[in-house]
């Protein structure tokens, strides 16, 4: 199912701030609360619905991340994203997206649906741990990413996970479960063309 509005709206929990009410928005919004408030995270090393920007073919693309967790530095150094189904099944897709994310690649990414989660290793692409205690803790978040080193991706690496990635993020286009998904093909909104000359937000 893609994100769509339900018409109404509601209060952001990190900013504070009335938004849109979409499908998944409850979802986020639980997600930021359990960062924060069971794990210890402050609200403003979070940042929420960060666009991870792509490009294929010459055109550019980006898919909505759902959190992103920064360093002191303001440095990407953890990834979540919310997925409806099976949680296991969107593994490689959350590596792909933890090695393109501008200022990345982020070294570690969570995939969860609020109530199960996977911690990846980004790099690697391997599974750390299963289940929502798997979710470290912020102290223990930043004694993970200690001495990491962050490389940009060749070229020609990063061209093939891009492909990568807009396969799986293009078979969106097929799940849609009602009328409220009208848009053109590939132009969803979760997957969504830059307009030409915009800039990419780091």
Do not use: W
């Amino acid at each position: 199912m893609h994100e769509v509005s339900m018409g109404g709206t509601l209060r952001d929990y990190l900013s504070g701030e009335e938004i849109v009410e979409t499908t998944y928005e409850e979802f986020r919004q639980t997600l930021a609360k359990i960062l924060v408030e069971e794990h210890s995270y402050p609200k403003e090393s979070l940042k929420a619905k960060v666009d991870l920007c792509f490009n294929i073919d010459g055109e550019e693309m980006c898919r909505t991340i759902d959190l992103v967790i920064y360093d002191t530095e303001g440095a990407p150094i953890l990834m979540v994203m919310f997925c409806a189904g099976d949680v296991g099944s969107y593994e490689r897709e959350a590596v792909c997206a933890g090695k393109l994310l501008q200022g990345g690649p982020v070294p570690y990414v969570i995939i969860s649906d609020s109530m199960d989660a996977f911690l990846l290793d980004a790099i690697s692409g391997k599974t750390i741990a299963h289940g929502m205690r798997s979710v470290p803790d912020y102290k223990e978040l930043l004694s993970m990413v200690e001495g990491y080193k962050r490389e940009p991706l060749p070229a020609e690496r990063r061209a093939k996970i891009e492909r990568i990635f807009y396969t799986y993020t293009g078979f969106l286009q097929g799940t849609c479960c009602s009328d409220s998904c009208s848009l053109p093909p590939i132009r969803k909104i979760e997957l969504k063309k830059m307009p030409k000359g915009k800039n990419m937000k780091k």
